[in-house]
C-alpha cells in the first residue's frame, strides 16, 4: 500500500483480526487439489486486492450487533463475487495488467480465463449456500442479476454518443454500487437490526460504490498504470463513455461534437485519442466537475450515516468514504 | 423433430402439460425490460434445446411422489445451467452454430455472449434461491463447480496426447453427468422419498450423462452438422482428445502414433484432418467400441433403475436412456 492507503490502513486496524480470518477463508476456497486448477487459482491468490466490499460487510456487521462466523464467510463471498467479475472484465476490456499482475487472460488465455471467472462465481455462490441463509442467498443472487444487467447495458451503448449522464449513473449503479450496496446489506444478515440502520447503511453503501466508480472512470481517463496496477484507458478504446466524456460531449457545439464522436469512433490512435480527450475534459473543467460529482455521492453517503447511531465504527465509515474519492488506485 | 426423435416425443407425453409450465418459467426468465438483453435473450429463446435436463428432473420428481411447482421451477433452473453453459462453451469453441441457428457470439459478438452467459448463470441461482430450499441451494451450487472443474480440467489437458481413458471419464463425468445427476436429485426435493431410490435415479442420471457425452463426442467426428444442428469437429480443432482418438493413440505402434500426434497437434487442414481420423477411429473399430462404451453405461444405468419400484415412469426412463444412445442430434 502507498502514503495514499494510509486512511485505508486506519480503517483496516480495529477489523484486523477478522479481515484476516476473510484472507484465511478465501485461501481455503483458492485452493484445489488438480494441480492447473490450483496454478491457475494461484494467479488469483496474488491479486491482493483492497478488499473494500469485505471490509464494508464487516463494519455493517459489527455496527449492527457484531461480526459473527458467518460474516466472516459472507465477506469472502463478496470478495469471490468481485474476482470472477475482474477476470471476465478483462478479457472483455482486454486489459494487460490487473492489481499490479500481468492481466490472467494475458498468462492463461481466454479460455481459462473464462471459465475460471465461472468458477468463482461458483464459488461465491457454493460459499454462501453452505452458510443456509435464505436472506444471503436472496441477496447474493439478486445482485449478481443486477450486475450483469449492467454490464450488458453498457455492452448496449457502446459508441453510443447519445447515452446522457442519467443512463451513465443506471449502469454504474447495476455493475458497481449493487455490490457496495449488497455487502453492507449482508452485514446484516443474523442479526436482529433496526430496519432503519440497515437501509441507511446500505445507502451509504450504494453512494460509496457509486462515488467509487465515478472515480474508477475518472483515473481511467488520468490515471498512472504504475499507480493503478492495472491497464487504464480501456473505457476510450472500448467505447464506454463515462461521465467527464458525456459531459464534454453534450456540452460542445454541434460542429465540434460532431468532429469529437467522429474521433472517438476511430480505432487507431488510441494513446493519442486519450491525451487528447483528458486534455479537453481537463481545460473545460469536466474532470473537476465529474470528482465534484463523486464527492456530491461520498456527502450522500455521509448525511445517509447520519441515521445511525454513531460510534468510532460509523466513523471509520466516513474516513472510508473520504478515502474511496481521493485513492489514486 | 426427426424421425429419429420419436422416443423423445414417447417420454414427453405423459409430462407434456408439465413440461409446457417449464416453457413458461423458461420464457418468464427469458424476458427484460431492457430491449438490448430482451433481443440478446430472445436469440437464447429460440434455441429450443431437447429439455433433456428438466424432462429427467419431472420424471424423477413423478417417480418419487409427484410434480411439485417447485419441481417446475427447478426444471427451469436446470435449462438455465445448461444454457448459461452451452452460451460460454459456443465462445471456448469458436462454434459457429448451436441448436440450428447461429451461435449467439457469432451475431452479438464475444463480450455479450459471455456476460449473456454470466447472466443466465445468475437467473439460475436467483430462480433457485427465490424458492428457499436449502436442499437445492446446495445440489446447484455444488453442480456447477463440478461442471466449472470439469471444463478446466478439459482446458487443462487440450493437446495432451497422455490422456487416458480414466482421466476422459471423470472430465466427462464432472461437465456433463454431473448435471445430470443433479436434476434427478433435485426431483427428490420437497419429497420424503427412499433415500435408495433417490440414490438409484441419481446413479441412473450420471450413466446416463456419461453416455451422453461420449455419443456426443463421437458426433462431433463422424455426425452431419445438418442434422445436428451445431458446428462439429471442435474437439478436434481445439486439441480435446476424445474416447476413439485417445483408444486409437493407444493402440497405435509407436511410430505410427508418433506421426499421430504431430498431425493432431498441426493447426492447419482442420476438416483433412477431421476425415482422416474419422476413417482411422472407423476402420480400426474404436468408433464403434465407443458406442460399445456409451451402450454399456446405458446397462448400468438401467441396472440402477431396476432400484426403483417399477411404473410407466421407470419404464420411460428406460426408453430415454435408449434415445441417448440412438440420437443423431
Keep these: 500500500m502507498s502514503e495514499a492507503d494510509a486512511p485505508l490502513r486506519r480503517v483496516l486496524e480495529p477489523l484486523r483480526p477478522e479481515m484476516e480470518r476473510v484472507e484465511e477463508a478465501l485461501r481455503r476456497e483458492l485452493e484445489h487439489e488438480n494441480p492447473f486448477l490450483d496454478d491457475l487459482l494461484g494467479h488469483s491468490r496474488k491479486l491482493q486486492g483492497k478488499r473494500l466490499r469485505p471490509l464494508l460487510l464487516l463494519y455493517c456487521a459489527r455496527i449492527l450487533g457484531g461480526v ?3 460474516h466472516v464467510a459472507l465477506g469472502a463471498v463478496v470478495e469471490l463475487l468481485h474476482s470472477a467479475t475482474l477476470v471476465h472484465d478483462d478479457v472483455l476490456d482486454e486489459a494487460e495488467r490487473r492489481r499490479g499482475e500481468k492481466a490472467l487472460h494475458r498468462v492463461w488465455g481466454n479460455e481459462a480465463s473464462i471459465l475460471l471467472g465461472d468458477y468463482l462465481f461458483a464459488k461465491a455462490y457454493s460459499l454462501c449456500a453452505r452458510l443456509h441463509l435464505r436472506e444471503a442467498n436472496l441477496i447474493l443472487a439478486r445482485t449478481v442479476e443486477e450486475m450483469c444487467v449492467g454490464e450488458l447495458s453498457q455492452i448496449a ?8 449522464e442519467e443512463q451513465y449513473l443506471r449502469v454504474i449503479g447495476q455493475k458497481t454500487a449493487s455490490l457496495f450496496g449488497a455487502a453492507c446489506r449482508l452485514g446484516a444478515v443474523g442479526h436482529a437490526a433496526d430496519p432503519e440502520a440497515v437501509e441507511a447503511l446500505a445507502r451509504y453503501g450504494t453512494c460509496l460504490g457509486t462515488a467509487f466508480q465515478i472515480v474508477d472512470d475518472c483515473l481511467d481517463l488520468e490515471g498512472d498504470e504504475r499507480v493503478a496496477g492495472k491497464s487504464l484507458g480501456t473505457d476510450l478504446a472500448k467505447g464506454k463513455l463515462t461521465l467527464p466524456v458525456i459531459q464534454l460531449l453534450r456540452q460542445s457545439p454541434p460542429e465540434e461534437r460532431r468532429r469529437l464522436e467522429e474521433m472517438l469512433a476511430g480505432t487507431d490512435g488510441v494513446e493519442e485519442r486519450r491525451s487528447l480527450v483528458l486534455r479537453l475534459v481537463r481545460e473545460r473543467g469536466f474532470l473537476r466537475r465529474s470528482f465534484e460529482q463523486a464527492e456530491e455521492w461520498i456527502r450522500r453517503g ?11 465504527y460509523v466513523d471509520n465509515l466516513r474516513v472510508l468514504a473520504d478515502y474511496v474519492l481521493h485513492r489514486r488506485a
Excluded at 157 to 164: G, L, M, Q, R, V
Aim: hydrophobic content about 45%; cysteine-free.
Design 68 to 70: 459473527l462466523d458467518l
Design 157 to 164: 451503448t457502446k459508441f453510443d454518443f447519445a447515452i446522457d
Design 302 to 312: 455521509k448525511v445517509s450515516l447520519g441515521r445511525v447511531r454513531d460510534s468510532l
